[in-house]
Structures are given as structure tokens and as C-alpha cells.
């Protein structure tokens, strides 16, 4: 299995960016899917969860700002991300849970946000 993210970018404080990540290969039942992101220094932290079922979690700080979303049809995961702030540049990665065949990462992508 396959995670291919992408969206990522430089963008000035205040603007938006949306990210996606693509599951491919041999996927059974994808059960949640996420974002996680990880700055230079720091751990990387959760940013969002979705459940199959539509639940949702997200981290304080992006609370209000921050969407998640998913396609299960397309085992596809998308994060809008509005009202950016320099302290959101980070790479930010997928992760996928299958319920039978454990969880997968995506490689990554780097969010800059310029003050």
C-alpha cells in the first residue's frame, strides 16, 4: 500500500492550502484516515482524524481553521487548510488505518507559511 500526498506549498500568513492524500494498492477497509505534521525540532503531533463514518477530530490549535475530509470510495484524505499561521510550517503526513492490515504513512509534504 501506497500513501501519495500532495498540496503542499509556501504560502503568506492568512492563506489557504488544501492537501491530499491517495491510498493505492492492496487496500481491504480503510477505518481512519489522518493528518499529522511535524516541524523542524519538534515531535511529530496529530493534526486531524476522520473516522469511515464521518466522526472527526482535530488539535486545538487548528480548530476552526483546519477541515478534514475523506472519500472512502477513493480511499482519498484532504485537509483544507485556512487563516494559515507561520507556526502551521511543518511537513505534514497522511496516515491510513486498515482495519485488517494495520497503518500506513505518507512520505510527507512541506507546508511554509511566510509572516
Known amino acids: 500500500v501506497q500513501l501519495q500526498a500532495s498540496g503542499g506549498g509556501l504560502v503568506q500568513a492568512g492563506g489557504s492550502l488544501r492537501l491530499s492524500c491517495a491510498a493505492s494498492g492492496s487496500i481491504f477497509t480503510i477505518s481512519t484516515m489522518g493528518w499529522y505534521r511535524q516541524a523542524p525540532g519538534k515531535q511529530r503531533e496529530l493534526v486531524a482524524t476522520i473516522e469511515r463514518g464521518g466522526m472527526t477530530n482535530y488539535a486545538d490549535s487548528v480548530k476552526g481553521r483546519f477541515t478534514i475530509s475523506g472519500d472512502n470510495a477513493k480511499n482519498t484524505v484532504y485537509l483544507q487548510m485556512n487563516s494559515l499561521k507561520p507556526e502551521d510550517t511543518a511537513v505534514y503526513y497522511c496516515?491510513?488505518?486498515?482495519?485488517?492490515?494495520?497503518?500506513?504513512w505518507g512520505q510527507g509534504t512541506q507546508v511554509t507559511v511566510s509572516s
Open positions: 496516515k491510513m488505518w486498515d482495519i485488517r492490515r494495520g497503518e500506513y
